[in-house]
């Protein structure tokens, strides 16, 4: 980079895929016939590359009989199972575009996702947890509780024509809720009226840029929009996640992570069926002890997450009972990864080759991933360099201009891996897409010269106190080393005299007591006077995304309508 500006691009060893996602499958499937697709654990149910291929073009012969063809939207709101991969290939096959939906969601943010996709067909689950998805959607289509028909005809949700529930733990269970609902067992079983021939016709009509997906954003600052991805970005981006990885058929990931999230979906099963490698579903949504024991039983050699959980496994009271040396190589990301937390998984987990990555879902979703011999200076101070045939620089946030090496500026991205666009969203795809298809991430960073990025923070999470600039990552980054601290969240307050206020959450390792004096004692060993936290409240737990995000703006309300210095657990600086 001779002329010193914050911009890279990578070629590759290996040209990008062309191939579609399907086409793409079906030599991965007859390579491997015989060895392990999937484990879920939760379901006893184990499915080689044979079995699951046979799934797989049943169900697509079924999206077919319903009337199902590409382009139309068929949404999925469940945790993870393997009919949710069987529907992920099997939308795939025929070119239907898969809408995830977050298994968390109550009745107004369902409908939100629904209307925003305008989606033809939902596939659900029974019930999870403390929600009764049935109860749910009969509140938001009265009309399942009359009857089947060729169409729900609510007039609300008016391209909403089927509705098709599944039940994990009985997959053979033929009786629905109710008369509009179509049972899982029947729905497949019209499917036997298609015929193979008609399926490979479907997928000989598509193309690797046809959309494929619709992600949503995960919400942690606003309203969540539909993220259009095709079969070219999220195959090639976990093919090539997979090549930095090392990552072949030998290998077996533990996938704790939610599917319907870009890290589960792409990074997760479709990066494990991309090369012939063995997905194991340690339960229906994250548990600790979970994993841990699927690492141990399934002999798992890689493990995804976000920090907060590895924390929580290396957390776990009965951690030291299972053996962790199968583990090799994984990603952690959704976050920033804490130094120490990132000595604890490779000294303590046995997992030495652990990744730090980076990028968002309008990216499919990775942008940057270290590799397994950066030296772990790369691996706890960078997010790494952009993967091949990806095209990377920083520029000044109130403009396009690329800053100089070393400058601080907003992250933007071009290439392959872009987003086709927010489905039916034309303004706020050209608000972050510009003329020129660099995709503006929100995201303030930092380049070197062989093109590692260190990301500083949210470009609106930015604290800017007394006309300094402050990232907040940093303090989280110093607090972190606290030997007492196992989590931590840095905010700003609105000030009316500094302009902003820092505020710490901080949340302490199990039995460990810390005390305000304490902590900002150990801030004032290693922190400049005004990137001391003013407020530091201890808390309990904190408000999270269903994939373990931080959400500050929540923890930035409960401050605001309490009151920075309420509540027994807070401290405040003097």
């Known amino acids: 980079m001779p002329d010193g500006k914050s911009y890279f691009h990578r070629g590759g060893d290996q040209a990008l895929l062309g191939a579609t996602i399907p086409e793409h499958f079906a030599q991965v499937a007859k390579r491997f016939a015989n060895r392990e697709a999937i484990i879920s654990r939760h379901q006893t149910r184990r499915l080689t590359y044979a079995e699951l291929s046979r799934e797989i073009d049943r169900a697509a012969r079924a999206l077919l009989a319903a009337g199902f063809a590409k382009g139309d939207r068929i949404g999925i709101w469940s945790t993870n199972n393997v009919e949710w991969l069987v529907l992920q290939m099997a939308t795939a096959r025929v070119g239907a575009i898969l809408v995830n939906i977050n298994p968390a969601y109550r009745p107004r943010e369902l409908a939100y996702a629904l209307r925003r996709s305008r989606v033809q067909g939902l596939f659900t689950i029974p019930a999870f947890s403390h929600s009764n998805y049935v109860e749910m959607l009969c509140e938001l289509l009265p009309e399942l509780q009359a009857g089947p028909g060729e169409t729900l005809g609510n007039a609300d949700l008016p391209e909403l024509r089927k509705v098709v529930i599944y039940d994990p733990a009985e997959p053979l269970a033929t009786r629905a809720p109710h008369p509009g609902f179509i049972a899982w067992p029947a729905f497949l079983s019209a499917g036997d009226a298609v015929s193979a021939a008609e399926v490979d016709a479907a997928t000989a009509g598509l193309d690797s840029d046809d959309a494929i997906n619709i992600q949503y954003t995960s919400g942690t600052t606003g309203f969540p929009k539909a993220v259009l991805l095709t079969h070219h970005n999220i195959l090639n981006n976990a093919y090539f996640t997979a090549q930095a990885m090392r990552f072949d058929e030998n290998d077996r990931l533990c996938v704790p992570v939610p599917f319907y999230h870009c890290f589960g979906m792409v990074l997760s099963t479709l990066l494990c069926l991309a090369v012939g490698a063995a997905i194991i579903v340690p339960a229906e949504h994250f548990d600790?002890?979970?994993?841990?024991?699927?690492?141990?039983?399934?002999?798992?050699?890689?493990?995804?997450?976000?920090?907060?959980?590895?924390?929580?496994?290396?957390?776990?009271?009965?951690?030291?009972?299972?053996?962790?040396?199968?583990?090799?190589?994984?990603?952690?990301?959704?976050?920033?990864?804490?130094?120490?937390?990132?000595?604890?998984?490779?000294?303590?987990?046995?997992?030495?080759?652990?990744?730090?990555?980076?990028?968002?879902?309008?990216?499919?979703?990775?942008?940057?991933?270290?590799?397994?011999?950066?030296?772990?200076?790369?691996?706890?101070?960078?997010?790494?360099?952009?993967?091949?045939?990806?095209?990377?620089?920083?520029?000044?946030?109130?403009?396009?201009?690329?800053?100089?090496?070393?400058?601080?500026?907003?992250?933007?991205?071009?290439?392959?891996?872009?987003?086709?666009?927010?489905?039916?969203?034309?303004?706020?795809?050209?608000?972050?897409?510009?003329?020129?298809?660099?995709?503006?991430?929100?995201?303030?960073?930092?380049?070197?010269?062989?093109?590692?990025?260190?990301?500083?923070?949210?470009?609106?999470?930015?604290?800017?106190?007394?006309?300094?600039?402050?990232?907040?990552?940093?303090?989280?980054?110093?607090?972190?080393?606290h030997p007492k601290i196992a989590q931590v969240a840095v905010f700003g307050l609105p000030d009316p005299r500094m302009g902003e206020e820092i505020v710490a959450w901080v949340q302490t390792h199990a039995g460990e007591q810390l005390s305000g004096d304490e902590l900002r004692a150990f801030c004032r060993d290693g922190l400049a006077h005004f990137k001391m936290p003013k407020y530091i409240r201890f808390v309990d737990e904190f408000p999270m995304t269903v994939t373990g995000k931080l959400q500050k703006f929540k923890m930035r309300e409960v401050m605001e309508n309490e009151g920075p210095g309420a509540g027994i657990r807070t401290a405040t600086a003097s």
Not at 378 to 397: M, S
């Open 288 to 481: 600790p002890l979970a994993v841990l024991q699927a690492i141990d039983e399934e002999r798992c050699t890689a493990l995804h997450g976000v920090p907060t959980m590895f924390i929580a496994q290396l957390e776990h009271p009965r951690f030291a009972e299972f053996d962790m040396h199968s583990l090799r190589t994984g990603i952690m990301a959704g976050a920033p990864c804490p130094v120490e937390l990132m000595h604890r998984v490779i000294d303590e987990m046995h997992c030495s080759e652990i990744l730090i990555g980076y990028g968002q879902t309008e990216a499919s979703p990775i942008t940057h991933l270290t590799v397994w011999d950066d030296t772990l200076e790369r691996r706890t101070q960078t997010v790494g360099r952009n993967l091949p045939h990806q095209e990377v620089k920083i520029a000044d946030p109130n403009g396009s201009m690329t800053l100089p090496l070393g400058e601080i500026g907003e992250v933007c991205f071009r290439g392959y891996h872009v987003m086709k666009g927010y489905f039916d969203n034309d303004e706020a795809t050209a608000k972050t897409i510009d003329a020129a298809r660099w995709l503006r991430s929100g995201d303030l960073g930092a380049m070197d010269s062989d093109g590692y990025v260190k990301i500083t923070g949210r470009l609106k999470e930015m604290i800017i106190r007394g006309g300094e600039n402050i990232y907040p990552v940093e303090i989280e980054s110093y607090l972190f080393t």
